[in-house]
């Protein structure tokens, strides 16, 4: 993230040349990444070509399949929200200089959270399930998230190697658990019995049906809108309150936040635990809202996703939205893909996904330099006299 700062009018001035000032901050918030999709783009159209396929039509396909007609918006949007909870996630851990890789584990601990809440709580209304689901949910994740952050904090554990570890653990509890004792009884297929139709989440078409507007029917529930009001949140938290201001001084000087009264350690557990409970929230959406059960596998990669979307959101809640939307729409635009142009099969699809993931995550920084230098060069003109 660049940081922002005022320009000099000192000897450079006295010469006759304006101090160069700062990279302007959406340089780096949506140039940057613009030209890395474009990059990436740019790649899967040869890969297609390669195959005997038309890029430009089945980019075609892609956009339609995206969001061409209703429905597919709602899917978009659906995919989108889970995005944006992990994506936050790895953000509020980026800005404590943390690297969150186990979104997945946590959003599986969180979502068997979510899941006990709605096997537990059959008939009562759902916006009462909703608020339990919310509240287990967090403490779900956090509680997945607390073990490895305190490792980190007291221990100098390795945050990456115990995250991902963590991912392992709660594939295994889960399995456990829904072959031996959240099974349905009198079946054999790994999942819990569906919860009480009272408490399932609704879907946005039923909800805007409320209030008289007609949409087609789709997956997207409202847990979409509880993710916008938690990037609100996240907003809040990191650049306008005390804690946001303290997890981000250890993020990028822990030794100055020592200097400063500020404990590393504390933080540590606490952008943790906060990134924890937002990819528990994933569940809210799979299991309260589309499957109403616990199913294996519900979380389908998601964690991991969220990591190229907090790098291609710059950590930021609105980038976050836009990086999560983009992914949302290969995921929906993937599978319109895939049954449209015979030579592309889902392997292709998510060939096309991991080169966006790989522009926007390893190669992130590939035109950095070039082009703040370019918006430095310009930056540098003969002052005009008073």
């Keep these: 993230m660049a940081s922002g700062s005022t320009n000099g009018t000192g000897d450079a001035a006295g010469k006759g040349f304006n101090q160069p000032g700062e990279v302007p901050g959406w340089v780096n918030y949506a140039l940057l990444p613009a030209l890395n999709l474009v990059a990436a783009l740019a790649v899967s159209s040869l890969v297609i070509l390669a195959i005997g396929e038309n890029p430009i039509a089945a980019m075609g396909v892609l956009l339609y399949g995206s969001f061409g007609y209703p429905e597919a918006v709602g899917f978009t949007l659906y995919y989108t929200t889970n995005f944006i909870f992990t994506g936050l996630a790895v953000s509020v851990a980026f800005h404590c200089g943390l690297f969150n890789i186990g979104g997945e584990g946590q959003a599986y601990i969180g979502g068997l959270a979510v899941g006990l809440v709605g096997l537990w709580f059959g008939g009562a209304p759902w916006p009462v399930v909703a608020i339990i689901a919310i509240a287990a949910g967090a403490a779900g994740g956090a509680a997945w998230a607390y073990v490895p952050a305190w490792l980190q904090a007291h221990r ?27 099974i349905a009884p009198g079946q054999q297929s790994p999942e819990s019995r569906q919860f009480d139709q009272s408490t399932w989440l609704p879907f946005m ?90 199913i294996l596998g519900f979380t389908g990669g998601v964690g991991f996703v969220g990591i190229a979307v907090a790098l291609m959101g710059r950590n930021h809640p609105i980038g976050i939205v836009l990086a999560a939307l983009l992914f949302g729409a290969l995921y929906q635009g993937g599978s319109e893909l895939a049954f449209d142009f015979p030579n592309i099969n889902r392997e292709m699809v998510v060939v096309i996904q991991g080169l966006v993931i790989l522009f926007a995550g390893a190669l992130e920084n590939l035109f950095k330099s070039r082009v703040e230098a370019l918006f430095r060069r310009s930056t540098r003109q003969p002052a005009t006299a008073g």
């Design 205 to 294: 078409h039923q909800a805007l049906g409320w209030i008289g507007i007609r949409i087609p029917n789709s997956p997207l529930n409202l847990s979409f809108v509880w993710a916008l009001v938690c990037c609100a949140l996240v907003w809040v938290l990191i650049w306008h309150t005390r804690w946001g201001y303290e997890i981000r001084t250890v993020g990028q000087n822990e030794r100055a936040a020592v200097y400063a009264g500020i404990s590393p350690s504390g933080n540590i557990i606490l952008a943790m635990a906060i990134s924890g409970a937002l990819a528990g929230f994933v569940g809210l959406n799979e299991v309260l809202g589309v499957n109403h059960r616990l």
């Design 156 to 182: 100098g554990s390795h945050i990456v190697i115990t995250t991902i570890m963590f991912n392992f653990i709660a594939a295994s509890v889960m399995t456990y658990l829904l072959v031996d004792v959240l």
